[in-house]
């Protein structure tokens, strides 16, 4: 059954450094989100994509964050400086157009020290 | 942002006995309405779903219930197994593709 990679699965980095988070989204699927869950809390809505620009995002998603998606399978987050309160699990999430149900990743642990 | 509730944090239920977990919604403009089951350093499964036209849906063991007047709606597992214990999510979304908005999960233990 095909699935939502991400990678890497953990990453450390310190303070205002820059990350870039992956994902391989399901191949035929079309739109793509970033979502984010800091320890404790619930699963908060980042961004999402479609046709190649945003199409929507929260007011979490500033100008420290963008998305690209550099080729025709991968997915990136990229957050510019980091802060401690970017901490979180990072889901990416996929669909097709005009389905409700979202397909996640594993996810992957942010750790800014 | 409490768009989507889950007011009960855990939830403990015998093998075998039915596991029902609540969530209740302000927004209106909601009209899909899903449940996530998600293991620990797992991402979110997508489990059922209901639209805001039903008032219920049925897949094997689980049943999604709607009551739109009351905004709330509820998951029923039955019978509960062991491997369902995990924490459970209920998410919303006003259109197809667009974000979902998540209560903040109930963690279900069903013990033998």
């Known amino acids: 059954e095909p699935e939502v990679t991400q990678t890497p699965s953990h990453q450390v980095t310190q303070m205002g450094q820059e990350v870039i988070l992956r994902c391989v989204p399901i191949s035929n699927h079309l739109y793509f989100y970033w979502y984010r869950q800091i320890l404790g809390q619930k699963v908060e809505f980042l961004v999402s994509?479609?046709?190649?620009?945003?199409?929507?995002k929260s007011e979490i998603f500033d100008d420290q964050f963008s998305v690209e998606r550099p080729d025709g399978s991968n997915f990136t987050l990229k957050i510019r400086s980091t802060k401690l309160e970017d901490s979180a699990m990072y889901f990416c999430?996929?669909?097709?157009?005009?389905?409700?149900?979202?397909?996640f990743g594993p996810g992957t642990r942010l750790t800014v020290t | 942002d409490q768009q989507v509730k889950q007011n009960s944090p855990s939830l403990s239920v015998q093998e075998g006995r039915i596991s029902i977990l609540n969530c209740d919604y302000t927004?209106?403009?909601?009209?899909?309405f899903l449940w996530y089951k998600k293991y620990p350093a797992e991402g979110p499964t997508f489990l059922i779903s209901?639209?805001?036209?039903?008032d219920k849906n049925e897949d094997g063991r689980f049943t999604v219930f709607l009551n739109k007047s009351a905004k709330h709606l509820s998951l029923h597992i039955v019978p509960s197994q062991p491997g369902d214990s995990a924490v459970y999510f209920c998410a919303a979304s006003r259109s197809a593709a667009s974000k979902l908005t998540f209560g903040t999960g109930t963690r279900l233990q069903v013990t033998l």
């Open positions: 209901i639209s805001s036209i039903k």
């Open positions: 999430a996929s669909t097709i157009p005009l389905s409700y149900e979202q397909y």
């Open positions: 994509f479609y046709n190649n620009e945003i199409s929507e």
């Open positions: 927004n209106s403009m909601f009209d899909y």
